[in-house]
């Protein structure tokens, strides 16, 4: 294996960790909103939608409960954080086999 190749592997690693702890942070994010405004912020369904966040007028969505809110937000959170850790532990291993 070529030296580019080893060192991209454990750079796209990180970079798809950083991806998936943004994601968690995101949703945690959501949720926060949604304590500060409830109306706008929150969990998102409808016929061609389902979403975290605020939502336009033009979209036809109803509000889920706050509760639902929150216990699928705890699971994406955590979800997200053992993702981002296994990634980030294949590219330090895999930083380590390259030191000399």
């Given at each position: 294996m070529s030296?580019?190749?080893?060192?991209l592997k454990p750079t796209a690693q990180f970079l798809a960790a950083?991806?998936?702890a943004f994601?968690?942070?995101?949703v945690a994010a959501t949720a926060v909103g949604h304590v500060i405004d409830p109306?706008?912020?929150?969990l998102w369904s409808g016929p061609s939608v389902f979403?975290?966040?605020t939502l336009d007028?033009?979209?036809?969505?109803?509000?889920?409960?706050g509760s639902?809110?929150?216990?699928v937000t705890v699971m994406v959170v955590v979800l997200c954080f053992l993702i981002?850790?296994?990634l980030v532990g294949f590219a330090r291993k895999g930083l380590a086999r390259q030191a000399p």
């Open positions: 030296t580019l190749a080893r060192t950083a991806l998936v994601i968690g942070l995101a109306v706008h912020v929150g979403s975290f966040g007028d033009t979209i036809r969505a109803h509000q889920l409960p639902t809110l929150y216990i981002a850790r296994e």
